[in-house]
């Protein structure tokens, strides 16, 4: 298994030989590459191993997992067909993943997951894909089947693997995130949005709330499942609708509190691998880490080694999460 | 390490949080999360019957898993 940032003739060279790869890159990239055993999705935003994180136009990343899997189908699935990613697929194995961001697939994945017929069942990893910052709003995020040539910017798209023999892979996150000391937030609905919340069980107005506490919208609301923090991060304010808006759906009931501060992410990231063990590097079979965590904590020229992969507008990891590092692990039985 | 049986009572306790494990596998933890609040929502037997043997069929799909594997030893002590 090989994680690499490459131009496109060396792109292009490793999908005639034949490869299974799993691609990250701007669209005007992937759109010249040929047909072969890939599925992709765009972004130009990356974490490389030589020269940290970066933002090109012109490179694509490449994560080659030929050797961890026996046999692969690339599925198609639109928003209503998506419940049954988790029982299609081969039982020993993983799935893959690439969501176009905003997309009804995208939404509807966020929303749903959580509840589809057998969740968990086998590994699921994957990304939202997007766009150049430049690009917002001119631009839509798109998906690419490589064994079909077809580039789509509504349904999802996945790659479900069927592990060589004697191979096991576990999905992990890397959140840096974890619940403040403050107050207790709830919502009366799941959603992407909310003008409501109840804060230690008192209603009030969420924008309000926010504007009053001068919350930091730059860090995550964050939900503690069973010791997996997750997180929900800030889209925006609209203080006229009275309106907060969120990247990932809130969920009806669950708590959330606001992070604490990461102070030197980098740093951060470091400490924690070290206090959790680190994960070998040969043993990461892809991982991507999130646009907020790029651009709020200045990643550009950073390094976040064992993990590279692309820098996305979502992450997935067997359901839509934000500013997480993802990462899927294959390693020997 | 063994899979307890879908009926043994350490399922529920650990959906109802009446037993809490320091697990390690991520898609189980991510179910308990969501199951727990569901229960909150209602706490019916066929809610909980539901919870119970979705975890259960969680840990015997994912028996080759290592984390779910050293869960497994965690909650048969």
């Given at each position: 298994m090989e994680q690499s940032i490459l131009g496109i003739a060396e792109t292009k060279a490793k999908i005639l030989e034949g490869r299974t790869l799993l691609l990250a890159g701007d669209e005007n990239a992937l759109r010249k590459l040929p047909k072969g055993n890939w599925i992709g999705g765009t972004i130009p935003y990356f974490i490389t191993r030589p020269l940290g994180g970066l933002a090109s136009r012109s490179m694509v990343h490449v994560t080659d997992v030929t050797d961890a899997v026996a046999a692969f189908e690339i599925i198609r699935y639109d928003h209503g067909s998506l419940s049954r990613v988790f029982t299609d697929?081969?039982?020993?194995g993983f799935s893959f993943i690439v969501l176009p961001a905003r997309s009804i697939a995208h939404l509807a994945f966020a929303l749903n997951a959580p509840g589809?017929?057998?969740?968990?069942?086998r590994p699921l990893v994957g990304w939202i894909s997007g766009v150049h910052l430049d690009d917002l709003g001119e631009v839509t995020p798109k998906v690419f089947n490589g064994q079909t040539g077809a580039m789509f910017s509504e349904g999802g798209l996945v790659l479900h693997a069927d592990l060589a023999p004697g191979k096991v892979a576990n999905v992990g996150i890397v959140n840096l995130f974890e619940q403040g000391d403050g107050d207790v937030l709830t919502f009366p609905v799941d959603g992407f949005s909310a003008r409501e919340v109840l804060v230690n069980g008192v209603k009030e107005d969420f924008a309000s709330y926010i504007r009053r506490n001068e919350l930091d919208t730059r860090l995550p609301l964050v939900a503690n499942y069973y010791g997996v923090m997750v997180n929900t991060s800030f889209q925006g304010i609209d203080d006229a609708e009275g309106e907060v808006t969120f990247y990932a759906p809130v969920f009806k009931g669950l708590q959330y509190k606001h992070a604490k501060p990461v102070e030197d992410y980098e740093t951060a990231f470091k400490n924690r691998l070290e206090a959790e063990g680190q994960v070998a590097e040969d043993r990461v079979a892809f991982s991507c880490n999130c646009i907020l965590n790029y651009l709020y904590s200045g990643l550009e020229g950073k390094r976040t080694e064992p993990f590279v992969g692309p820098i996305t507008f979502g992450e997935i990891a067997y359901q839509l999460l934000n500013q997480t590092l993802v990462f899927l692990e294959v390693g020997d039985v | 390490m063994e899979l307890p049986a879908k009926s043994h009572p350490v399922w529920a306790d650990i959906v109802t949080g009446k037993a809490h494990y320091d697990l390690k596998f991520m898609a189980a933890k991510i179910f308990i999360g969501r199951c727990s609040r569901l229960i909150e929502e209602d706490s019916s037997p066929e809610m909980l019957k539901s919870c119970t043997e979705k975890l259960h069929g969680l840990y015997a799909k994912n028996t080759g898993n290592p984390a779910a594997q050293e869960d497994l030893k965690t909650i048969s002590g």
């Open positions: 697929g081969a039982e020993h589809y017929n057998d969740f968990g069942v | -």
